[in-house]
């Protein structure tokens, strides 16, 4: 009787041994899959970032290229006078009214 129970508890080990193990190599053989599927999709997604920062930087040299040849455009730009500086408010006059404190909401 006691070697069938020993024999019974040795085999449920090798189980459970075996299962640990089959467990642990799948997840690893899974992640593996995954950080590589996802490390993909980024270089795909920073490919298309530097695309797009081309072509941004081609249209905005497009622009200046086309500012720099209108005579009016420039001198629209340019010739807007400069707003002056806010002094201190004169004296006697109204200050701005305060914006309500705002309080969170009183636990219960």
Known sequence: MNRNRLKLWLYMVLLLLAGAANLFLATN?????????????LQVGVEQLRVRERLIARE???VAAIAVRSGPLLEALFSAAPRPAPGPAPRGAAR????????PPAAT
């Open 60 to 62: 905005a040299t497009a």
């Open 96 to 103: 701005p009214a305060k914006p309500p404190a705002v309080h």
């Open 29 to 41: 053989a899974l992640a593996g899959k995954e950080i590589a599927d996802t490390d993909a999709r």
